[in-house]
């Protein structure tokens, strides 16, 4: 399947990969708090530095990850004609599947969340979506986290997409290459 299209959900004028995408099939799920508390979130070395979509896709930008030590992260996405954007992030675990937490330090202070994988030296990313969460008011990250263990099977999870779909494939940028 084809990578969709990105699209701010609450402002046009925004580049970041995981908040710039308005999917087509819906919309990704912004909380008022994280999976969990960032000082027990993991730390995972092998996402930092730079990402760009695979040959395959027609989709221009780049995501970087980088750290000042420990497990938080600071992402920032670049895409041509945009000013470079930064989000505060970090990584959990739930049922065996790993999620970026990422804040929106703006306007809205929401978290989004991707699930993501890396295999093959690629990044896979693709955004929780809203149409689980629309009925339902969690009080707390360990609400949240106990519905998305229950549904890491389920493709509205991901609007719609099935176990092996992808928003997006990344490549690393390897540096002066």
Same mark, same amino acid.
């Given at each position: 399947?084809?990578?969709? &299209?990105?699209?701010?959900?609450?402002?046009?004028? $925004?580049?970041?990969?995981? %908040? +710039? +995408? *308005?999917?087509?099939?819906?919309?990704?799920? =912004?909380?008022?708090?994280?999976?969990?508390?960032? &000082?027990?979130?993991?730390?995972?070395?092998?996402?930092? =530095?730079?990402?760009?979509?695979?040959?395959?896709?027609?989709?221009?930008?780049?995501?970087?990850?980088?750290?000042?030590? @420990?497990?938080?992260?600071?992402?920032?996405?670049? &895409?041509? =004609?945009?000013?470079?954007?930064? /989000?505060? +992030?970090? !990584?959990? %675990?739930? @049922?065996?599947? *790993?999620?970026?937490?990422?804040?929106?330090?703006?306007?809205?202070?929401?978290? /989004?969340?991707?699930? /993501?994988?890396?295999?093959?030296?690629?990044?896979?990313?693709?955004? !929780?979506?809203?149409?689980?969460?629309?009925? #339902?008011?969690?009080?707390?990250? +360990?609400?949240?986290?106990?519905?998305? #263990?229950?549904?890491?099977?389920?493709?509205?999870? /991901?609007?719609? #997409? =099935?176990?092996?779909?992808?928003?997006? !494939?990344?490549? $690393?940028?390897?540096?002066? @290459?």
């Amino acid at each position: 399947m084809k990578p969709r &299209s990105l699209r701010p959900p609450w402002r046009l004028s $925004r580049p970041f990969l995981l %908040a +710039a +995408a *308005l999917l087509l099939a819906g919309c990704p799920y =912004g909380s008022e708090f994280p999976l969990g508390d960032s &000082s027990e979130a993991l730390v995972d070395a092998s996402l930092l =530095g730079t990402w760009k979509p695979s040959a395959e896709s027609e989709e221009h930008f780049t995501l970087s990850f980088s750290s000042a030590g @420990g497990a938080v992260l600071t992402v920032t996405a670049d &895409s041509p =004609g945009e000013e470079p954007a930064s /989000y505060p +992030a970090f !990584v959990s %675990a739930v @049922g065996g599947e *790993l999620f970026l937490n990422l804040r929106d330090a703006g306007e809205s202070g929401l978290w /989004y969340f991707a699930n /993501y994988r890396l295999d093959g030296g690629r990044l896979r990313l693709r955004l !929780v979506d809203d149409e689980l969460f629309e009925s #339902q008011v969690l009080p707390g990250a +360990a609400e949240l986290r106990a519905v998305l #263990q229950r549904h890491l099977e389920d493709p509205r999870l /991901y609007g719609g #997409q =099935g176990a092996e779909e992808w928003d997006w !494939v990344l490549e $690393r940028v390897i540096p002066g @290459g």
